[in-house]
């Protein structure tokens, strides 16, 4: 990897906005990290607690990169979507979008937002059911066993108490992006340079 090529700073070309993407056709290169395509350093992320390290092989290593660029040409604004949930997060920075950009937005939206009602009803009572055992687990500091049985109706939590990385069933680690233009048209109903598709794993 060029490494200098996505060093923060404004010395580096335009930093696109999305209509600029639109008319100049723009394809952009995602960062090697986002894409997990990097053998000096595989990002190991955990959307349910924000945390942000790395790995050669097996030895550890500081996520010195994270004000690295998300992709080449800058951009504004990154949308990411995945077959995991229904929501798509949007990354913004005027600056262009950085790769803890990428990261800090995607906790925070998972972390911080919570279901609504009309997303909660759409649900099978299964499905119901999953996520408030997922939401007990989580307020419960991870101790109490989301499936087990001795969780009554009453240890059950109202769906205002359910975020979305309860949506996720512990799926929380970052797997790396990619473009899938058929799956963007299918949850979006369009595809574009700066729509990614994110992959999660346990």
Not at 101 to 111: E, F, M, P, S
Not at 156 to 167: A, H, L, N, P, Y
Request: glycine share 6%; charged share 30%.
């Amino acid at each position: 990897m060029d490494s200098l090529r996505w060093k923060p700073g404004k010395s580096f070309g335009p930093v696109l906005k999305p209509l600029d993407i639109y008319l100049l056709e723009s394809k952009l290169e995602l960062h090697p990290i986002l894409a997990q395509k990097y053998d000096d350093f595989r990002l190991e992320f955990n959307l349910a607690t924000g945390q942000t390290i790395g790995f050669k092989g097996k030895e550890e290593r500081v996520f010195t990169m994270k004000d690295e660029t998300a992709t080449l040409p800058r951009i504004t604004e990154l949308y990411i979507i995945t077959k995991s949930s229904p929501w798509c997060t949007i990354v913004r920075n005027p600056e262009g979008v950085t790769l803890a950009d990428v990261c800090r937005t995607l906790w925070k939206d998972y972390t911080d937002l919570t279901l609504t009602e009309p997303e909660f009803k759409d649900l099978s009572p299964r499905e119901q059911d999953r996520i408030q055992r997922m939401a007990l687990r989580r307020e419960a500091g991870g101790f109490a066993s989301a499936f087990s049985g001795m969780w009554g109706a009453s240890s059950t939590v109202s769906f205002s108490r359910c975020k979305r990385i309860d949506w996720l069933y512990g799926k929380t680690y970052f797997d790396g992006l990619e473009r899938d233009d058929d799956h963007a048209k299918k949850k979006l109903g369009f595809a574009a340079p700066n729509v990614f598709k994110l992959r999660l794993g346990e």
